[in-house]
């Protein structure tokens, strides 16, 4: 079950397993605060608030606009808007969706962040980003909304009625060797507008009408003549007009070797229509020829793609990727690694990085025993964990101090710090009947002089 | 001394005198000398004195060809002719009169002749492509295209066939010299002639019979057989008979029709078309067999009508019936006669006959090249052919003959035409019912 918390702005919030979702109604709901979240959750019935939601989320910059997103799934929405999400969830029974979430966010994490201002290298970012979080193939699907019959997930939002460049983006890609095609379909489109939506008819070679009927030609044994059946046609069945005769037995008397079109308008008789194919979006008559044809194919991401993303990471986050735990937190030696050598960048880079301590403390807490404290401890780590970035790393000192650390970035005092301190304090009260906060939120801004010992000399605040 | 160099058999007819001479030879002297010789020099005389006449009257017709540039439907019905169609379109791309339309019939095809067709016809190369997918024979194929021939003429063609430049201007000019005229054959000539003896045979067979025969009966009215390879014709008149009949032997048969709705038939020498001969005796012996079988079934037997003086007798009909018949049908009948009266009667002079006959014979042949040479355009190419005139003798006088004879015996007696499988079954068993 999920934990269900309420915010001041009365957003409804999920928290299972340190996994944590809100709930969003309203675009403007939205803000800044959803990249604090391990996920977001549509929870409106109405479709045009969904798709802002979806829009807002997916086409804001970076990567974290690929968080997770699901649909509450007392909605119905069409396919064309749930394919840019991860999908519907039951808020009432939802494991899989805490895995999904924290198998996404660990895919994310892998990914180095990126800030792109070429727009074409944002959209390969994104592309890549999204086909790697998401861990399956990118698999267009047919779609009358579309121009061009197929819908693409994440790239429709960005290229509506621009199918044939978005097209172009994933040949590019896949040309380039981060993508492999599987052969999914031939399309056919307008010369001139890139429509999909065409009439495929047979015209006459002649005057182009396509008001033709297609006639039986007859062969009369006896006499050699052939002819539309019309020509042999009476009012009491068939007779040859070359000869007068009866027609009365076919494959005796008479046979139809093929059969003829003749047009309504010309009056031109032929035998191989020419195929037209008219465009319902702008009225232009193409050849078959003429008609653009386009490969659609299921993607997947390769090695090349793969190692694309992660290229240029700081082997910092490649070493959170192998030691990251289930809690979410990493051993301390490791942490303080880390922090040495994330002292060392900014002292070549000249980044701000901060240094956060979480301390809670209760007398009532000391009398657990260790079972009950290390339980206390993972579910505490978890809640922290889940308002946390992938990028934030936390370790844990004591079942009660907590130190994380929040590479590149320069203000002191990150909104999600301010939501774990809410939050944490919120939890404990109503949990411990106390007048006193139980919490202490200590910030420390990373420089090159920073002496790293000194920030795990705590004293146990309860012996104060 | 002299004497000695002659051979004995020729000292011996020298001694004999005529009046033997023309017992033993009547056949030759009756048939062979008057028909290709005699008629042959006297039609070329009559040609000459009238040449400016006839050159003016030409070159009337032709300003009035011109005048008018009348729309005409070039009509190729054909089974797997696939493979000669794309050479075919450019050959008549090259030709000085262009205002027609081509249409080609597929007639059941199985080869690739369909996708040829219908690419030539996206290209615009060709007008028309209409194909059946069942087979219909010569005849229904020729009719479809009829059908959807929007041309005052219509051109009948072979695919496998080449053209002088010239060929369908020269080929419509008679219908402007003469508003009588519903049809007009071309002049087919043989273009493998190299290929082999046989093709070399049938070349100067076709100079002498096709070509000069046909300027001679076309000249007399009597003008027998437009070849399918390359003839024009009116489309009213066309029309009003009901276009091909069943054949084998459908050219010859709607020459008769024509001729019987009241038009003049017309051959015109300088419509040149070249055709692939068969270079197999074998090929020959069936083409030859399925020809002649078409005299009896057609002359001898549809059209025997016209050798009664019935409301629509018509003497040039007659004639032109009757010659060819008569030239045909009689003359081989009359060839037995003959070898039968030379073996009761004068077995014993055998070592002189034959000689002379060959002798005879061989003589004619050259005298008769002479004669095609003065009416040949070609006549310098044609020069290689001169050494195997000799050969003519066996070849028309033997090998031709028992072939003939052959076929209309099987004809005559048993109908073996309606079994060809030049049609098919379900054409031939209802022409046969229907007695046509
Ligand atoms: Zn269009
Ligand atoms: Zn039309
Ligand atoms: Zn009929």
């Known amino acids: 079950m999920f934990n269900v918390l309420r915010n001041s702005d009365s957003a409804k919030e999920l928290v299972y397993q340190g996994v944590r979702l809100v709930l969003v109604r309203r675009v403007t709901e939205l803000q800044q605060q959803w990249r604090d979240y391990n996920g977001l959750i549509i929870d409106t019935a109405i479709e045009h608030e969904a798709k802002a939601i979806v829009e807002a989320v997916r086409r804001a910059k970076g990567i974290e606009s690929l968080i997770p997103l699901f649909i509450n799934d007392i909605q119905d929405f069409p396919r064309e808007l749930v394919c840019h999400t991860d999908g519907f969830i039951d808020t009432q029974h939802q494991e899989n969706v805490a895995h999904k979430t924290i198998a996404i966010n660990k895919r994310l994490a892998q990914i180095m962040v990126k800030d792109s201002s070429n727009f074409d290298e944002e959209i390969k970012y994104k592309t890549l980003g999204f086909i790697y979080s998401r861990n399956q193939i990118f698999a267009p699907f047919t779609s009358r909304v579309s121009r061009i019959g197929y819908h693409f997930p994440l790239l429709s939002l960005y290229y509506k009625n621009e199918e044939k460049t978005l097209l172009k983006i994933l040949e590019s890609l896949e040309k380039q060797g981060y993508i492999a095609k599987t052969f999914r379909d031939h399309i056919h489109l307008c010369k001139s507008c890139d429509s999909n939506y065409l009439n495929f008819k047979e015209i006459c070679s002649s005057c182009k009408s396509a008001d033709i009927q297609a006639r039986d030609m007859i062969h009369h044994f006896v006499c050699a003549h052939v002819a539309p059946e019309n020509d042999f046609k009476t009012e009491d069945g068939l007779s040859c007009p070359k000869c007068d005769k009866h027609l009365r037995h076919i494959g005796i008397d008479y046979d139809k070797p093929s059969s003829i079109f003749s047009c309504n308008s010309c009056a031109n008789e032929f035998q191989n229509p020419e195929m037209q194919a008219s465009c319902f979006d702008c009225d232009t008559d193409n050849t078959l020829s003429e008609l653009l044809q386009k490969t659609i194919g299921d993607y997947s991401i390769s090695a090349h793609g793969e190692q694309w993303l992660f290229d240029m990471q700081s082997p910092l986050k490649k070493q959170i990727e192998t030691s990251e735990i289930d809690d979410g937190t990493i051993p301390i030696s490791i942490f303080k690694v880390l922090l040495k050598q994330e002292v060392k960048r900014i002292l070549t880079t000249g980044i701000t990085s901060q240094f956060v301590t979480i301390q809670y403390e209760n007398a009532q807490f000391k009398t657990l025993n260790e079972t009950m404290q290390h339980a206390l401890k993972t579910e505490i780590a978890e809640i922290i964990r889940s308002y946390l970035l992938p990028s934030d790393i936390m370790t844990v000192q004591d079942y009660n101090l907590f130190h994380i650390f929040i590479p590149d970035t320069k203000n002191p005092y990150p909104e999600r710090i301010e939501h774990i301190d809410y939050n944490l304090n919120k939890l404990l009260n109503d949990n411990i009947k106390k007048e006193k906060s139980p919490i202490t939120v200590t910030k420390t801004a990373l420089n090159s002089n920073t002496k790293i010992d000194t920030l795990f000399n705590y004293k146990d605040l309860s012996q104060c | ?436």
């Open chain 2, 1 to 436: 001394m002299l004497e000695q160099l002659i051979p004995e058999y020729i000292l011996y007819w020298n001694a004999v005198g005529i009046p033997k001479f023309i017992r033993v030879f009547w056949y030759f002297v009756l048939f062979e000398f008057t028909r290709y010789i005699i008629i042959d020099y006297v039609v070329f005389a009559i040609f000459s004195l009238t040449k400016n006449r006839r050159n003016k009257c030409f070159a009337q017709a032709r300003q009035a060809l011109f005048n008018e540039n009348p729309f005409v439907s070039v009509i190729i019905p054909g089974k797997n002719e696939g493979k000669h169609l794309f050479k075919l379109t450019k050959s008549l791309d090259e030709q000085t009169f262009s205002n027609f339309e081509l249409i080609i019939v597929d007639d059941g095809s199985d080869d690739e002749t369909p996708t040829i067709g219908k690419n030539l016809e996206q290209l615009g190369l060709i007008d028309k492509f209409i194909r059946n997918e069942m087979r219909g024979g010569k005849a229904s194929a020729a009719n479809l295209a009829l059908r959807f021939s929007k041309g005052k003429y219509i051109v009948h063609l072979d695919a496998d066939c080449s053209f002088d430049r010239d060929a369908i201007e020269n080929v419509l000019i008679p219908f402007f010299m003469d508003s009588k005229i519903g049809a007009v054959g071309g002049n087919v000539k043989v273009r493998n002639y190299k290929d082999s003896l046989c093709a070399k045979l049938q070349a100067i067979e076709y100079l002498k019979t096709v070509s000069v025969g046909r300027i001679i009966t076309s000249y007399l009215g009597i003008y027998k057989i437009i070849s399918g390879a390359f003839g024009a014709f009116k489309k009213e008149a066309i029309d009003a008979i009901g276009g091909w009949d069943i054949g084998p032997g459908l050219d010859g048969d709607i020459t008769v029709k024509i001729r019987k709705s009241g038009y003049k038939v017309y051959f015109e020498p300088s419509a040149i078309c070249l055709t692939n001969a068969p270079s197999k005796f074998k090929v020959l012996t069936k083409q030859r067999l399925r020809w002649d079988k078409s005299i009896i079934r057609f002359r001898v037997r549809k059209h025997k009508d016209v050798y009664f003086p019935t409301a629509n007798f018509n003497w040039a009909t007659f004639f032109s019936l009757t010659e060819n018949v008569f030239y045909n049908v009689v003359l081989d009948i009359l060839w037995w006669i003959y070898i039968i009266d030379i073996i009761i009667n004068y077995s014993g002079s055998l070592q002189f006959i034959i000689p002379m006959n060959f002798t005879l014979y061989f003589v004619m042949n050259y005298v008769q090249m002479s004669s095609i040479s003065l009416f040949s355009e070609r006549s310098k190419e044609e020069r290689y052919l001169w050494k195997y005139v000799g050969l003519m003798t066996l070849y028309t006088g033997t090998y031709l003959r028992i072939v003939r004879t052959a076929a209309y015996y099987k004809e005559f007696f048993f109908k073996r035409s309606f079994e060809d499988p030049w049609n098919p079954y379900k054409s031939s068993i209802q022409a046969k019912r229907a007695g046509l």
